[in-house]
């Protein structure tokens, strides 16, 4: 019994070391989900461009469209997710083993 009393009371005797751990997974928590908001989002648009042709204005296609997502800030926040998790994670392994 003593021993479950211990462990029970161990995240209060380190307030600062398990502070941090909570700020640590709330910043995961919103970088997963702006990560899956970044995601989702993209810029399409299709490459035409008005020529003059036999004297009438025209739109003409492009080769190319452009498709832009945001990728890059989804893969961004995905890594600042992955770090906050892992030093949760470190955190939690090198605490002190005074019980």
């Known amino acids: 019994m003593n021993n479950i009393i211990r462990i ?3 995240p209060f005797k380190t307030p600062r070391i398990v502070w941090f751990q909570f700020v640590l997974a709330g910043v995961a928590a919103f970088a997963f989900q702006q990560s899956i908001e ?3 989002e993209a810029y399409s648009k299709e490459g035409t461009y ?3 042709i036999d004297g009438e204005y025209t739109e003409v296609g492009t080769d190319v469209a452009v498709t832009a997502g945001y990728n890059g800030g989804a893969i961004s926040m995905g890594l600042v997710c ?3 998790i892992f030093l949760v994670i470190w955190i939690e ?3 002190s083993k005074r019980v």
Do not use: P
């Open 38 to 40: 970044f995601g989702e």
């Open 8 to 10: 029970l009371q161990m």
């Open 93 to 95: 392994v090198h605490k």
């Open 82 to 84: 992955c770090v906050c």
């Open 50 to 52: 008005t020529k003059l």
